[in-house]
């Protein structure tokens, strides 16, 4: 069955450092996301992704954040300059035509920032 | 801005007993998504209901969607302690265009064998 995939599982890094969470989404998908959740909170929207382009980004989605599908199957969000808040699980997700269609999590990036 | 607020927040059951969780919109669902959380993993999709009055079922799990009351409850027949994690509810943002969700706070399942 297709699935989201992400990498690394796990990342550590030290405040100020740049970090990139890779994501592979299902491959006949068109819409992707990138989400957050804090320990113990909620799962937050960051941004979303279509036709090469960004579509919807929240408040949270400041200058420090970016995405890119630099190839036809790669997803990527990059964090500039780390703080300590950044620290949370980071999940893809991704979906089909429709807006109304399942929306698939990938397993998720648990970064650490020290 | 739309809320999804999750009852209860922390369910023990006995292996074997039935249980419901609810989800409550603040606006107008178009539509509601359940998922399945493991303590510090990802969510795995359980099922999405689309249209008012619209029930869906797999394995021992019910959901329902009533759109006049802006709820969707969740219920799981017969427990078993692989039922155990947190369930959330999503749905799409009502005032977005590209289907991101909003989510409830998550309800805790804990079954106990």
């Known amino acids: 069955e297709p699935e989201v995939t992400q990498t690394p599982s796990h990342q550590v890094t030290q405040m100020g450092q740049e970090v990139i969470l890779r994501c592979v989404p299902i491959s006949n998908h068109l819409y992707f996301y990138w989400y957050r959740q804090i320990l113990g909170q909620k799962v937050e929207f960051l941004v979303s992704?279509?036709?090469?382009?960004?579509?919807?980004k929240s408040e949270i989605f400041d200058d420090q954040f970016s995405v890119e599908r630099p190839d036809g199957s790669n997803f990527t969000l990059k964090i500039r300059s780390t703080k300590l808040e950044d620290s949370a699980m980071y999940f893809c997700?991704?979906?089909?035509?429709?807006?109304?269609?399942?929306?698939?999590f990938g397993p998720g990036t648990r970064l650490t920032v020290l | 801005s739309q809320e999804l607020e999750q009852s209860p927040q922390s369910l023990i059951v006995q292996e074997g007993k039935n249980l419901t969780i609810n989800c409550t919109s603040s606006k107008t669902l178009y539509g509601l998504y359940w998922y399945k959380q493991k303590y510090g993993e990802g969510l795995i999709f359980l099922m999405m209901l689309q249209k008012g009055g619209e029930e869906k079922s797999h394995e021992k799990i019910t959901a329902k969607l009533d759109e006049k009351k802006q709820q969707s409850s969740l219920h799981i027949t017969a427990s078993q302690p692989s039922h155990a994690g947190i369930y959330l509810c999503?749905?799409?943002?009502?005032?977005?265009?590209?289907?991101?969700?909003?989510f409830g706070k998550g309800t805790k399942l804990s079954v106990k064998p």
């Open positions: 992704f279509y036709n090469n382009e960004i579509s919807e």
């Open positions: 999503g749905a799409p943002n009502y005032g977005g265009s590209q289907g991101n969700l909003i």
């Open positions: 997700a991704s979906r089909g035509r429709g807006r109304y269609n399942e929306q698939f």
